[in-house]
């Protein structure tokens, strides 16, 4: 046991800390172009249904296969599941499960942050916008302004900035600025959405904002498909962090009897509420008064097209739409922080190398694998982002996904009831034998499983495993960056898998060996 690992400070700083990694850009920025390019009402009946299905299940795993890790002194995916794998296999095999997982959580924690920090970075560079009035020429359509702002090489500065502003916040910790900031974001957000419900239809009557409502609370069941499902599954893993090792992280730093059953249901519904309340109550009406339907669909930039037409209606929008976008900023922060942690701690634990030391390494790897990111829309001169897209893709359909059922099908197959035990330990509430066997080991699995079949197929029957993909057959001078973002995901992947299991021998080395020690 580790009995040296640091503990949070107090519930309410743990709860809003992991809000604050939950909570961010993929409710404001992802959740809406997807919904939005899936159906809009349609898509929240799979999304509703995976969050049952899969995020509540999940999200207890992680939990306590964080917290069972932090007892050996483990913050990092490795080691954690490898523990969990020897309870069930020889530790031959558990290395190999053990290094899998590190390998996915590495690679997500790497290029998830390789755009999400881009996306920070528009949301500063937004915030002086509001300030300076850049998008407030209404002669320019605020997709144009968006286009030319992220093709101006400039913009690179608020990328960096905020990569210096993580860097320090890592160095610091993130309890603090966790508590004073989710609880502003939240109530800045309701403001939002109060003025969307009030736009009327200020460019077409048939575009109002109440249509737009209208577009993501009343489904059309003919837009119902297997599509909008996998979509639905792999916003489920990115909104709630699944998948990505930075759950386990956190609470790996918990007592070992902290209540995680109470913090799994607080983190849900504090993200679910911003998400589904806020980012679809928001964004997607707003959109719609601006874009109409056909408009919002597709658009990786629609909360940046959208967001500034309502801060060009009002008065001093200006003030409120810096003040919107810096929480965004913020937002983003407390999401990209889990991340960057997670690496920091993989250098602690794993190399010996101090945290500042770490912070400084973590902060040039994100300088290099950012660069494309940024590059492709200056070098290109479109507002396309392949490769920010070809990267999302198989991290939110595969890789977050892929990491999620590994959990499950260990949890659930392997430690059994020695995992329902360690789950409800210290649990104000438990949960119970029958929702575990159901869920752990029956729909969870199964579901995961399914929608990664479907969604397998589908992409091939698109054409998207081509080497030309079907979406840029078309645009021959984009190919290369949908290449050079599979290169990246496969070249991180194997790093990971090396350092991984490089990781798990050296602390583990006699028993995966089968050496016997004497005192």
């Not at 809003?16 to 009402?41: D, E, I, K, T």
Request: glycine letters at 12%.
């Amino acid at each position: 046991m580790d009995e040296s690992r640091g503990n949070w400070g107090s519930k309410v700083g743990l709860i809003l800390a992991m809000a604050g990694n939950a909570v961010g850009l993929g409710n404001f920025w992802r959740f809406p172009y997807v919904a939005a390019s899936n159906g809009g009402g349609a898509f929240m009946i799979p999304y509703f249904f995976a969050l049952i299905v899969i995020g509540m299940p999940l999200m207890m795993v992680e939990w306590s296969i964080g917290r069972y890790g932090g007892k050996y002194g483990h913050g990092t995916m490795g080691p954690i599941m490898y523990l969990q794998a020897k309870q069930a296999m020889t530790p031959k095999k558990a290395i190999i499960v053990g290094s899998l997982s590190g390998m996915i959580a590495f690679g997500v924690t790497i290029l998830v942050n390789s755009y999400y920090n881009q996306l920070i970075g528009w949301s500063l560079g937004y915030g002086f916008n509001s300030l300076t009035g850049g998008y407030m020429d209404s002669s320019i359509s605020t997709g144009e302004f968006f286009a030319s702002y992220i093709q101006n090489p400039s913009n690179l500065i608020f990328w960096i900035i905020s990569l210096l502003v993580l860097a320090f916040a890592v160095m610091k910790g993130i309890e603090s600025w966790a508590k004073i900031m989710m609880p502003v974001l939240y109530a800045f957000g309701i403001i939002l959405c109060v003025r969307s419900l009030t736009l009327g239809a200020p460019v077409n009557p048939d575009w109002s904002s109440l249509k737009g409502l209208n577009f993501i609370w009343n489904p059309d069941f003919s837009q119902l498909s297997w599509g909008s499902a996998i979509a639905a599954s792999g916003q489920i893993f990115f909104t709630l962090s699944l998948g990505m090792g930075i759950i386990q992280n956190y609470a790996s730093y918990l007592k070992p009897d902290e209540d995680i059953i109470t913090a799994s249901v607080a983190t849900i519904s504090l993200n679910e509420f911003a998400e589904v309340i806020l980012g679809g109550t928001a964004v997607i009406p707003i959109a719609y008064a601006f874009l109409g339907e056909e408009g919002i669909k597709g658009s990786i930039g629609l909360a940046y097209m959208a967001l500034p037409n309502v801060f060009r209606t009002m008065t001093g929008g200006g003030i409120f739409g810096a003040v919107w976008f810096l929480l965004l900023f913020f937002a983003g922060i407390t999401s990209a922080i889990a991340m960057y942690n997670y690496l920091v701690a993989l250098l602690e634990e794993d190399a010996g190398i101090n945290r500042k030391k770490g912070a400084w390494i973590v902060f040039f790897g994100y300088i290099i694998v950012g660069l494309p990111v940024a590059l492709e829309p200056i070098l290109t001169k479109t507002a396309e982002l392949i490769y920010f897209m070809e990267v999302d893709n198989w991290i939110g359909n595969y890789l977050l996904i892929v990491l999620g059922l590994i959990e499950i099908v260990i949890i659930g197959w392997c430690v059994k009831d020695r995992a329902l035990e360690e789950m409800n330990k210290g649990g104000l509430w438990k949960v119970p034998k029958w929702y575990f066997r159901l869920f752990h080991q029956f729909l969870t699995p199964i579901t995961i499983i399914t929608f990664l079949i479907f969604f397998t197929l589908d992409y091939a029957k698109a054409g998207n495993f081509n080497l030309i993909p079907s979406y840029v057959a078309n645009m021959p001078n984009l190919v290369i960056w949908v290449n050079l973002g599979r290169i990246a995901v496969i070249g991180v992947l194997i790093v990971g898998y090396i350092q991984s299991y490089k990781a798990i021998k050296n602390k583990y080395k006699y028993e995966i060996d089968g050496i016997v020690e004497f005192s």
